[in-house]
Structure formats: structure tokens, C-alpha cells
């Protein structure tokens, strides 16, 4: 891992749809912006402040959420998360969030934590050694084909 720049910012944008409402999540009955789908949206934005700081083979994973959802967003409306490094100590990485709807209005904040790990021993905790290379062998034919 290369040194985190505190202050490091990345933004991300998408349109929400039915395919990203409540109603789609399961998290609720209206069609609006899903909670699940506005935090998704904010990690993804996490992942692109840290990205340029990462070496081969690493990658964050998400360990600690706290983020509020204080307005609603409709079907057709563009929302926007945003990420900000404020902390980085060691592997672990804390971010500020927060997203907007089109009008500039604040939709959700809060903090975000994510952990650096090295992609292949963190997969191999998870499925097991044998199981990972059955894993990635699969995944390559699946990408030669």
C-alpha cells in the first residue's frame, strides 16, 4: 500500500430507477431511492478516493458503516455520493460520505471504514486455499470463453 493521502475525494453518480428503489431492495414498499443503493453508492465512491493508493493484488473491504438516509429520491432523479479520506491508520481507512439529489440537496452523510487487504490471502481465509484456485481457474476459462 502506498502512503493515503488524507483529503482524497471521488464522487460517483447514478439514476435511480426501479431497479435501485426501496420496492427492488426489499427494504421498503415506495419507489423511491433505496437505502441499500445510496450506501452502495457511497462505497463505491470510497473505493474510487482510495484506489490510486493501492498496490497489486490489493484492494478495501467495507468494515464499519454509519450513515444516515434523510431524504427521499424519485424514480428519474440523479444522485450523487461523495467520499472523503479523513483517517488512515495502518490498513484501516475512514471516510466522510455523504450524497445529494440534482437540486444540490444533502440526501445521506455519515462515515464509512474500510480495511486494505491482499486480495488472494483474503479470498483464500474465505473459501478455503483448494477451494480459491478451483475459484480463479474457474473464473479465467469463464473469461477465455
Known sequence: MKEIQLN???SVSLEVTDDNTAV?????SLRVLGTP????LME???CNAVHEFLEFGETTVGTCISVSHDKASGVSEIVTAFAKITAAEGRKI????YAENESGDVIGKGVIERFVVK???FLSKVYGAVSYTH???HETLRHLV
Not at 427492488?24 to 421498503?28: E, P
Not at 443503493?37 to 452502495?40: D, G, K, L, Q, T
Request: charged share 20%; proline share 0%; no cysteine.
Open 8 to 10: 482524497a475525494e471521488a
Open 24 to 28: 427492488a431492495a426489499g427494504s421498503g
Open 37 to 40: 443503493f445510496m450506501i452502495a
Open 44 to 46: 463505491k465512491a470510497t
Open 94 to 97: 475512514t471516510f466522510s460520505v
Open 119 to 121: 486480495s488472494e490471502k
Open 135 to 137: 475459484l480463479r481457474a
